[in-house]
């Protein structure tokens, strides 16, 4: 696990539709802004929006930074996710 670097872009996430209960989530969102990085810890720079197709997924942690306020706390590794192309 390489613990990502702090994001200075200017990417924005519109919420089309979000919904909450008991037991789930949904969140449908348009990302703008986001599909170039440098910096990453692993070398990463983003992807090609011009590929064929890329690989994409999401993850999740139960418990949140150390401190949400401290931009050098530490960043919990995710306890769910999924890759999908």
Request: aromatic residues 16%; glycine residues 8%.
């Given at each position: 696990?390489?613990?990502?670097?702090?994001?200075?872009?200017?990417?924005?996430?519109?919420?089309?539709?979000?919904?909450?209960?008991?037991?789930?989530?949904?969140?449908?969102?348009?990302?703008?802004?986001?599909?170039?990085?440098t910096?990453?810890?692993?070398?990463?720079?983003?992807?090609?929006?011009?590929?064929?197709?890329?690989?994409?997924?999401?993850?999740?942690?139960?418990?949140?930074t150390?401190?949400?306020?401290?931009?050098?706390?530490?960043?919990?590794?995710?306890?769910?996710?999924?890759?999908?192309?």
């Amino acid at each position: 696990y390489f613990e990502p670097s702090i994001y200075t872009g200017n990417a924005v996430a519109t919420t089309m539709y979000s919904t909450v209960n008991s037991t789930h989530f949904t969140w449908t969102f348009r990302f703008k802004n986001c599909a170039t990085w440098t910096g990453s810890s692993t070398g990463a720079t983003g992807f090609k929006t011009s590929a064929d197709f890329t690989v994409m997924g999401w993850s999740l942690a139960l418990s949140g930074t150390t401190n949400p306020s401290d931009p050098n706390s530490a960043i919990i590794q995710h306890d769910k996710s999924m890759v999908y192309s």
